[in-house]
């Protein structure tokens, strides 16, 4: 019979354990730099912002990387020694496929699948050297479905639940897990920015975008927090979470059960 006491609450369940966020200065990335030190890790922030990454740095007792991971030719040659390695970065541009910039297009795939790429590449090693690793992927419901008007971030996404996938079933003879959170549409600059687009490209004002586009599938009709994505992360980057791998765990508020 188990003892109660096995079923006791750590508060630090990453006590010990080094993080590296990827555009961790602001929005998603800022809650879980957060949420990950305050369970025990030591964080670092990885963001073009240098400034923004250094204040959430000194905030939280961890460290900055100012680093623009679109220049993926600098990141060849990259050893990384982190316990846990959370791919986050991104950004959005929308348009039709007739008349997507090749280059806007090219940099989306650069940012959010070859950077993540190139740095799980660079984590590897020293994770398999300690027999521990956790890869955590920030996918979305754009990962699993589509929409239009966004080629290059739904393309990218489908590829790094590919990445993610692969990453867990090489890593699972050397206790590394990888995983995909795959929120919909969260509270963040990065929304809003696309609910500005939409209204745009639909002649729609901002309210009608929540309503008629983006709430449309869901069967909560609300935003997603930054902070459930985080708490959701900050779990499969627990001993807890030591059996889950090459999963994607939606946050979507039931958007891709239809």
Request: glycine share 8%; with cysteine; aromatic share 6%.
């Amino acid at each position: 019979m188990s003892d109660l006491q096995d079923y006791a609450v750590n508060t630090q369940p990453l006590a010990g354990k080094r993080a590296l966020i990827t555009g961790g200065a602001s929005g998603i990335g800022a809650e879980m730099v957060r949420m990950f030190a305050v369970r025990g890790a030591t964080v670092t922030v990885a963001d073009l912002n240098a400034e923004a990454a250094q204040a959430l740095a000194d905030e939280v007792g961890g460290q900055a990387w100012a680093v623009d991971l679109s220049d993926t030719t600098g990141l060849e040659n990259l050893s990384l020694d982190t316990d846990i390695l959370v791919n986050n970065a991104g950004i959005q541009r929308m348009n039709p496929l007739q008349d997507y910039v090749p280059e806007d297009w090219r940099l989306i795939h650069r940012l959010m699948l070859e950077a993540p790429f190139l740095l799980i590449r660079a984590a590897l090693p020293k994770m398999y050297e300690r027999n521990f690793g956790r890869i955590i992927n920030l996918s979305s419901a754009h990962g699993l479905v589509a929409s239009p008007f966004k080629s290059a971030y739904v393309s990218a996404k489908h590829g790094l639940e590919g990445l993610s996938k692969v990453t867990a079933l090489e890593g699972g003879a050397h206790g590394v897990t990888s995983n995909c959170v795959n929120p919909g549409f969260v509270r963040t600059p990065l929304v809003d920015k696309q609910v500005a687009d939409q209204a745009a490209l639909n002649n729609l004002t901002e309210n009608e975008v929540l309503e008629k586009i983006m709430l449309t599938e869901p069967a909560i009709k609300r935003l997603a927090e930054p902070r459930e994505v985080a708490a959701l992360a900050a779990w499969l980057a627990s001993d807890e979470a030591s059996m889950v791998t090459g999963a994607s765990y939606t946050m979507d508020g039931g958007w891709t059960a239809r």
